[in-house]
T-cell receptor, first 121, second 109 residues
């Protein structure tokens, strides 16, 4: 099946620094990628929808200046957590929709990256 | 508002069958997904239903009734490795995924 690679899988940084997380679709083109965060024992929370070549769409309550999303190509989206603080420590997961798949009535399947665990000290 | 309900936790015995239910109320409907998530890992896709009925895929089956806003995931011949959280998610009219909180499935020998 389709593969989505996310890097780094774990990152520890000092408070006030910025961290960039990459999400790549390895064998398909993804015009849309999604970024989620997950706090312990909670479900995934959609942060933003990343669209190739245009600005990301952020969910209510998510600071777009703090969580910078760039989707510069059909296979790469990046999430940068700027001026990270301990409360930003979380599990960040990206997913991509294989637009070329016809299963699911054209919606395609969502494929997830491995996740990135961010710890801010 | 939009709402997905599924049980918080279920326990079953190795080799048995378990059914995890999901009810939803969303703005429009473009399909329902089931994902499996082991602790500390990203979710993996299990199934997608957009039409009423049962979809069987090996030991896992998923059922959908759009008129009732209801789905279930059926796991047969349970194995210890099936211990995980199972997430129900609905694609709404804007093609946004609305997630349930997940059902933690505990398998006992």
């Amino acid at each position: 099946g389709a593969v989505v690679s996310q890097h780094p899988s774990r990152v520890i940084c000092k408070s006030g620094t910025s961290v960039k997380i990459e999400c790549r679709s390895l064998d398909f083109q993804a015009t849309t990628m999604f970024w989620y965060r997950q706090f312990p024992k909670q479900s995934l929370m959609l942060m933003a929808t990343s669209n190739e070549g245009s600005k990301a769409t952020y969910e209510q309550g998510v600071e777009k200046d703090k969580f910078l999303i760039n989707h510069a190509s059909l296979t790469l989206s990046t999430l940068t957590v700027t001026s990270a603080h301990p409360e930003d420590s979380s599990f960040y997961i990206c997913s991509a929709r294989d637009a070329g798949m016809t299963s699911g009535g054209g919606a395609g399947e969502l494929f997830f990256g491995e996740g990135s665990r961010l710890t801010v000290l | 508002g939009q709402n997905i309900d599924q049980p918080t936790e279920m326990t079953a015995t190795e080799g048995a069958i378990v059914q995890i239910n999901c009810t939803y109320q969303t703005s429009g409907f473009n399909g329902l997904f089931w994902y499996q998530q082991h602790a500390g890992e990203a979710p993996t896709f299990l199934s997608y239903n957009v039409l009423d009925g049962l979809e069987e895929k090996g030991r896992f089956s998923s059922f959908l009734s759009r008129s009732k806003g209801y789905s279930y995931l059926l796991l047969k011949e349970l194995q210890m490795k099936d211990s995980a959280s199972y997430l129900c998610a609905v694609l709404d009219s804007n093609y946004q995924l609305i997630w349930g909180a997940g059902t933690k499935l505990i398998i006992k020998p």
